[in-house]
C-alpha cells in the first residue's frame, strides 16, 4: 500500500482517515438535489445567443422575405451546405431557391454573421431529430416555416457585425446598442480602415 | 509496421514464457478516443507497446488550405476539441503575427479569459475521463466522473451564454473576438468560479489522500527530466517532470504577462505528480480569471470589421509561428501565407502528438491496468493528434 | 407432507424470492448510485421511480440472441454461467430466515456456505477460458488469483462469530446474540465486521476490487462474450453472491433476526439488516477507485489474512477464558 513511512499504524490511520473522507463526499452528495434536468418534461431554458436551428426571416413590417440572393452565406459556410439561386428583379433581388443542408451543418454562425439582411438566424432550439436525412435537407418553405415555429436568438448578421466592430455613432442609436461602450473616435477609426478595405 | 527503434522491449528473465499480443484497440473505453495500442504482454506485464495513430485524420491542415482566415477559426477548434478555445487562439495568433494584426486589449483579456475557463473545463474532463478509467464504469471513477462533468457543465453554460455553442465555439477571428460579454455574465462568471473552486475542494478530499488512488498512481509512469526534454513533452507533462516551462511565462501572448500567476511544477515524474500538476492548475486558472474580470478594459474587441465578407482579411506573403498554452501543452501552429485570403500552407503542432512519443518509452515494465493509468495520465485529445 | 415434498416447496418458493430480491436490488443499488452522483437512475420505466425497470432488463435480456463464438469451447462456454449461478443460488438454502424458517438449517450451516459460495471460481473460469478471448481469459486469470487470495481471510472472518458462538448453525448462532450483537463485542466484534465486509468486497468483485471487470481495461472481464439469457444468469448469480454474503454478515454479526417488536417482524429485520450491509458494500463502491491486482493480492497476503489469523486466536483465547458461550 501507499506508504508515507509513518509506520504500520500511522499508514492504517491515514487509510480510515482517507476512506472515510471519501466516503463522506459521497454521502454528502447523497443529500444533495440532482441535477437533472428532465427534459423534454421540462423545458431547458435557451440563453438569448443559442445557436439552433437554422431558418429564414420575413421582414417585420412588409412582411416580405428578407433574403435578397445575395449568396454571401453560401460563400463563407466552411462545409459549404447552403445553395441559394439569385432572382433579379427591378426593386430587389429574391432568392430563387434557398437549400440548407442541415446535417452537415457546423452551426459556427458565419452564415448568420454575414448575411447583410438578417434574413437567415438561428433559433433557440435544437429540435432537430428527424427518423430520415433526407427531412434535414432544409429548402425555402421549410426554412420559412421554421422561423415562424420557434423563438429566435438575439444573434442576427447586423447585431454580429455591429458587435465585433462597434458601429458609427449615427448607426448606435437604431437597434439593440452594443453591450461594449465604444468611443466614438474608436469607430470612426474602423469606419475608416473598413473603406480602406 | 513496428517501428523497432521505439519499440523498447524489457527483457524480464522469465523462462519458460508466453508472449500474448493484445490490442487495446480503437474500440476501447479508455482508449481516450481512438488509439490503438498492440500490447505484449508476459502475463500481466507489459513487455512492448506499439502505438497505432491516425483513425481520426481529417485532413485539417489541406482544408485550411482552402479555406479563408474568416472560416478557418471555426474549423480550428476542431483540433483539440475539448479546449476547442485555445486552439482557435493558436491559429488567430499566428495569423496574427504573420499579417502583424493588432488585437485591441479588451480582446486579448476577453481570449485570456475564456482560455482559461476552458483549461479548468478540459482539466475537468480530464480528471473525470481518468478516473472512469481507473475506477471503472460502474464504481468511484464514475462518481468523480459526474462530479467533474456536473462542475464542466456550469463552465459550458457560460460559454453557451456567451457564443450560443457550448463545445466547438467558433470564438475568435483575425483580430480579437468575435462575440462580447452579455449583460450580467461577469456575475454568473464569478459565482461559477467560486462554486467550482469550492467543488474542486471536494475532488481533491476524495482522492488525495486515498491510499486505493495513491497506490495506482504513485511511481507509475515515471518520466524522467531528461526523457521529457528528449522526447519533446510540454503542458502539464514536463512541469510534472521538474521542468518549469510553460508558453505562457516563456513566451507571454495576449496580455498573459499583466496576470500574476504560478506556474506549478512538480519533481516526481510520476501520474500522480501529473495530477498535483493539473489540480493546480485548476486554481491558478480561477485566479487568472478572476483577475480578467476585474481588470477588464473597455474598448472594441476586434481591430477589424465585423465579419461581412469571406475573403475580407487578406494576409501578406510571409511565415511565422504561433503557439499557446494549451491544456495539455503547447499547441502551435505555423502558417505560410501568401498575400491572399488563404494560407497557403498550415501546420497544427498537436500538444497531444509529442506527448504520446512517451507512451513507448515509460509503459513496457508495467502492468496492464497501469497502461490505462499512464494514458489518462497523458490526457491525448485525438483531434489533436491525427488532426 | 412428507419433509421431502416441504423442502422441495420451500427451495422453489426461496428460489423465486431470491430472484426477484435480485431484480430488486438492483434497483436499489441504481437508485442509490445515482443520488449519490447528483443524478436520478432509473425513472421512465416506471414513473417515477423506476420499479418496472428491473423486469424490462430482464425481459431484454431475455430476447436478445444468444451469441456464441465460433471458436469458443462450446461446452465449456455454455456451461460456465450454470456453474456460476448453482452455488451462488444455493447458499440461500442454509439461511435462515426466522427460527425454523429456511430450507436447510444444517448444523454445519457456516461451513456448507463458505465451502460452496467458493465454487464460483471454477465457473468463472470456465468462462473466461471459454469465451475464446483475451481479455476474458485475463481476467479470468485474476480472478482465479483474487478470490482464492480472498476466500481465506474471508472463512476466518466469518469463523469468529462461530467461535463466539460455539456453533456452526445459524439459528443457533443468531439466539447467542440475544444479549449482545457480535458487532458490539468490544473490540473482536468490530474488527471482524470489518474484516468480513473487506474480504466480501474482494471475494464478490466488487470495487475497489473489481479488476477482474475492469470496465474500463477489459471491458466485462469473463463476461464480455456472454449476451441474452446467459449474461443474465451471470448478472443474477453475481448479485446473488453479494446479497447472500450480505445475509450472512447481517446473521453473523448484526443479530439476524433480532430486534424489538413480535417475533413475526423478525425477517423484516433480517431483511434490513443484510440490506444494510448491502447499501454499505454498494456505498464504498461508488466511491473509490479500484486498485491493481497484484496490490490487492498484497493486501490479501500481507494484511488480511495475518489479521484475520490474530483475531481468530484472539477470540479463541477470549472464548476459552469466558466460557463456551463467550462473554
Known amino acids: 500500500m501507499a506508504s508515507n513511512g509513518h509506520g504500520f499504524w500511522g499508514d492504517l490511520g491515514q487509510l480510515t482517515r482517507a476512506v472515510g473522507r471519501a466516503m463522506g463526499v459521497t454521502l454528502r452528495n447523497l443529500g444533495r438535489k440532482p441535477v437533472t434536468v428532465m427534459y423534454p418534461d421540462a423545458p431547458r431554458p435557451y440563453p438569448d445567443r443559442f445557436r439552433g436551428v437554422l431558418a429564414l426571416t420575413y421582414d417585420r413590417e412588409t412582411g416580405e422575405e428578407n433574403c435578397i440572393g445575395c449568396r454571401l452565406c453560401e460563400y463563407i459556410c466552411p462545409p459549404q451546405v447552403i445553395k441559394v439561386e439569385m432572382l433579379k428583379a427591378e426593386k430587389r433581388n429574391w432568392a430563387k431557391t434557398f437549400t440548407l443542408e442541415l446535417y452537415a451543418c457546423e452551426f459556427c454562425e458565419l452564415c448568420v454573421q454575414v448575411c447583410p439582411t438578417d434574413a437567415i438566424i438561428m433559433m433557440k432550439s435544437f429540435d432537430l431529430a428527424t427518423a430520415d436525412r433526407r427531412e434535414m435537407l432544409l429548402d425555402k418553405d421549410r426554412l420559412h416555416a421554421i422561423g415562424l415555429t420557434f423563438e429566435p436568438s438575439w444573434a442576427t448578421g447586423n447585431k454580429l457585425r455591429d458587435m465585433q466592430a462597434p458601429p458609427k455613432p449615427a448607426k448606435a442609436a437604431a437597434g439593440k446598442a452594443p453591450p461594449v461602450g465604444a468611443t466614438p473616435a474608436a469607430g470612426a477609426e474602423e469606419k475608416a480602415k473598413e473603406t480602406a478595405e | ?216 498512481t504513485q511511481g507509475v509512469g515515471v518520466v524522467s527530466r531528461e526523457l521529457a526534454q528528449d522526447v519533446g513533452l510540454s503542458g502539464p507533462l514536463i512541469r510534472a517532470s521538474g521542468v518549469g516551462y510553460d508558453v505562457r511565462r516563456a513566451e507571454p501572448y495576449s496580455s498573459y504577462e499583466d496576470f500574476d500567476f504560478v506556474i506549478p511544477v512538480e519533481l516526481a515524474g510520476d501520474c500522480y505528480a501529473r495530477y498535483r500538476v493539473r489540480m493546480q492548475e485548476f486554481r491558478q486558472s480561477i485566479r487568472i480569471v478572476r483577475q480578467v474580470l476585474d481588470g477588464l478594459p473597455e474598448g472594441p474587441i476586434s481591430s477589424r470589421p465585423g465579419v461581412k465578407s469571406v475573403g475580407q482579411v487578406r494576409i501578406s506573403k510571409g511565415e511565422g509561428y504561433g503557439r499557446v498554452e494549451g491544456a495539455r501543452g503547447e499547441v502551435g501552429c505555423y502558417v505560410v501565407a501568401d498575400g491572399g485570403p488563404k494560407p497557403y500552407r498550415l501546420k497544427w503542432r498537436g500538444a497531444s502528438f509529442s506527448n504520446l512519443a512517451i507512451l513507448p518509452h515509460i509503459i513496457p515494465g508495467h502492468k496492464v491496468a497501469d497502461v490505462v493509468a499512464i494514458m489518462g495520465s497523458v490526457d491525448p485529445v485525438f483531434g489533436e493528434v491525427d488532426r | 407432507m412428507p419433509p421431502l415434498a416441504y423442502q422441495a416447496l420451500a427451495g422453489f418458493i426461496l428460489l423465486n424470492a431470491v430472484i426477484g430480491m435480485v431484480a430488486y436490488v438492483t434497483l436499489l443499488e441504481r437508485k442509490f448510485a445515482a443520488r449519490m452522483q447528483s443524478r436520478i437512475g432509473p425513472y421512465y420505466v416506471g414513473r417515477p421511480h423506476g420499479w418496472l425497470q428491473p423486469i424490462a432488463d430482464a425481459l431484454k435480456l431475455m430476447i436478445k440472441e444468444d451469441v456464441v463464438p465460433a471458436l469458443a469451447d462450446r461446452w465449456v462456454f455454455n456451461l460456465a454461467p450454470l456453474v456460476f449461478l448453482i452455488p451462488c443460488v444455493l447458499i440461500f438454502a442454509t439461511i435462515p430466515f426466522a427460527p425454523g424458517l429456511g430450507v436447510a438449517d444444517l448444523n454445519i450451516g457456516v461451513l456448507f456456505f463458505l465451502a460452496v459460495s467458493s465454487l464460483e471460481i471454477v465457473g468463472l473460469f470456465m468462462g473466461g477460458w471459454g469465451s475464446n478471448n483475451k481479455y476474458a481469459l485475463l481476467s479470468a486469470m485474476r480472478a482465479v488469483n483474487q478470490i482464492i487470495s480472498y476466500d481465506l481471510p474471508f472463512v476466518f472472518a466469518a469463523l469468529i462469530p462461530v467461535l463466539l458462538a460455539g456453533s456452526m448453525q445459524m439459528s443457533v448462532i443468531v439466539a447467542a446474540q440475544q444479549g449482545l450483537w457480535f458487532v458490539a463485542y468490544p473490540v473482536i466484534g468490530q474488527l471482524a465486521f470489518l474484516a468480513y465486509v473487506v474480504a466480501t468486497l474482494a471475494a464478490e468483485n466488487r470495487v475497489p476490487f473489481d479488476i477482474l471487470e475492469a470496465e474500463s481495461e477489459l471491458v466485462a472481464g469473463f463476461r464480455v462474450e456472454y449476451s441474452g439469457m446467459k449474461f443474465a444468469l451471470i448478472q443474477l448469480a453475481e448479485y446473488a453472491h453479494v446479497l447472500g454474503t450480505s445475509f450472512l454478515g447481517a446473521l453473523l454479526f448484526l443479530g439476524g433476526w433480532l430486534g424489538p417488536g413480535p417475533a413475526w417482524l423478525g425477517p423484516v429485520w433480517f431483511l434490513l439488516k443484510a440490506l444494510l450491509i448491502f447499501l454499505l458494500v454498494t456505498w464504498v463502491r461508488w466511491s473509490f477507485v479500484r486498485i491493481r491486482v497484484d ?21 479463541a483465547f477470549v472464548v476459552a477464558a469466558g466460557g463456551p458461550r463467550g462473554i
Open chain 3, 295 to 315: 496490490q490487492i493480492l498484497a493486501i490479501s497476503w500481507k494484511l488480511l489474512l495475518p489479521a484475520t489469523i490474530v483475531l481468530l486466536l484472539a477470540t
Open chain 2, 1 to 216: 509496421m513496428a517501428d523497432v527503434e521505439a519499440r523498447h522491449v524489457i527483457e524480464l528473465g522469465y523462462g519458460g514464457n508466453e508472449r500474448l499480443i493484445m490490442n487495446m484497440g480503437p474500440q476501447h473505453p479508455s482508449a481516450h478516443g481512438v488509439f490503438r495500442a498492440i500490447l505484449t504482454l508476459e502475463g500481466e506485464t507489459v513487455v512492448a507497446v506499439d502505438a497505432v495513430i491516425g483513425y481520426l485524420h481529417r485532413c485539417h491542415e489541406k482544408l485550411a488550405e482552402t479555406l479563408t482566415y474568416v472560416q478557418y477559426p471555426s474549423i480550428a477548434s476542431k483540433t483539440d476539441y475539448v479546449s476547442a478555445m485555445t486552439a482557435e487562439l493558436a491559429y488567430v495568433s499566428a495569423v496574427e503575427k504573420v499579417g502583424t494584426v493588432e488585437v485591441p486589449k479588451r480582446a486579448q483579456y476577453l481570449r485570456v479569459l475564456v482560455a482559461e475557463l476552458q483549461r479548468v473545463a478540459s482539466h475537468c474532463l480530464w480528471l473525470g475521463t481518468w478516473c472512469l478509467d481507473m475506477g471503472g464504469a460502474l464504481g468511484g471513477g464514475a462518481t468523480v466522473f459526474l462530479y467533474c462533468i456536473r462542475e464542466r457543465e456550469l463552465i459550458l453554460d457560460l460559454f453557451e451564454a456567451l457564443t450560443g455553442a457550448r463545445l466547438l465555439y467558433g470564438f475568435h477571428q483575425i483580430g480579437g473576438t468575435r462575440y462580447d460579454l452579455p449583460a450580467g455574465w461577469t456575475q454568473t462568471c464569478r459565482e461559477t468560479v467560486d462554486f467550482i473552486e469550492g467543488r474542486i475542494d471536494e475532488y481533491e478530499a476524495m482522492l488525495e489522500d486515498n491510499p486505493f488512488f495513491l497506490v495506482r
